[in-house]
């Protein structure tokens, strides 16, 4: 089932924070989340695993709720550079779900000088 | 390091028509990915592949789509016959390893995609 992303867009000055959340109704191993540019491929941001480890881009940083099936990623002091669409996408704990990532709709973030 | 490469970026064909979309990914990589995406969408899994076997491909509608990954490398994704519905982006893929097995080395590196217009 895919999992539901808020807000669905999200418009900014330079130097603004956003938060971008993602919710699943399942449980989850893990949350990786991706920037997408118009025309362009997805790009790693961040991956979030079950049990706290996490690794991604310096700049940025998320948070996991395991028992909330719940991630959200925190944007800070955003540049233009951020603008995009924003995924998550879910891997769910245990059985088939293993191994298969499933992408939320996406959030469009666009931020203005 | 090269990234994931696909080819052709652009394809227009008619409906009943075949096709097909080609992708290397980056050396060393065993996991392949096939996603399509239709527009104002998350990218949607078609096939998994770990090196030459398909461990995932339940959602891949096999009437009209077929996948190979010859010598755990390059991979072809082919639609015969297209249909209008089938218009969208599809991407390629690739991990160093395999989910849920990897924790944090699972990220995937995506390909520029090639979009598909089916008229």
């Known amino acids: 089932q895919q999992p539901v992303q808020s807000p669905q867009a999200v418009i900014l000055r330079e130097g603004e924070d956003a938060v971008i959340n993602c919710s699943s109704s399942k449980a989850l191993y893990s949350v990786h989340w991706y920037r997408q540019k118009h025309g362009e491929a997805p790009v790693f941001l961040m991956i979030l695993l079950k049990g706290g480890e996490q690794k991604g881009h310096e700049k940025i940083s998320a948070s996991f709720n395991e028992k909330k099936q719940q991630s959200s990623l925190y944007l800070t002091a955003s540049q233009l550079s951020y603008s995009g669409t924003y995924f998550c996408?879910?891997?769910?704990?245990?059985?088939?779900?293993?191994?298969?990532?499933?992408f939320g709709q996406g959030t469009i973030l666009t931020v203005h000088p | 390091e090269a990234g994931v490469v696909q080819s052709p970026r652009y394809k227009i064909i008619e409906k009943k028509q075949p096709v097909a979309f080609w992708c290397n990914p980056i050396s060393g990589h065993n996991t392949l990915y096939w996603y399509r995406q239709n527009l104002g969408q998350g990218p949607e899994l078609l096939i998994r592949y770990e090196n030459e076997e398909a461990v995932d491909d339940s959602q891949l509608p096999k009437d009209r789509f077929s996948a190979e990954r010859l010598k755990g490398v390059d991979s072809t994704l082919k639609i015969q016959p297209a249909e209008l519905g089938d218009s969208a982006v599809y991407l390629c893929?690739?991990?160093?390893w395999g989910m849920g097995l990897a924790g944090l080395n699972n990220e995937q590196f995506f390909g520029p995609g090639t979009r598909l217009t089916v008229l």
């Open positions: 996408g879910t891997e769910g704990a245990g059985g088939t779900s293993y191994g298969k990532l499933t």
């Open positions: 893929a690739s991990s160093p």
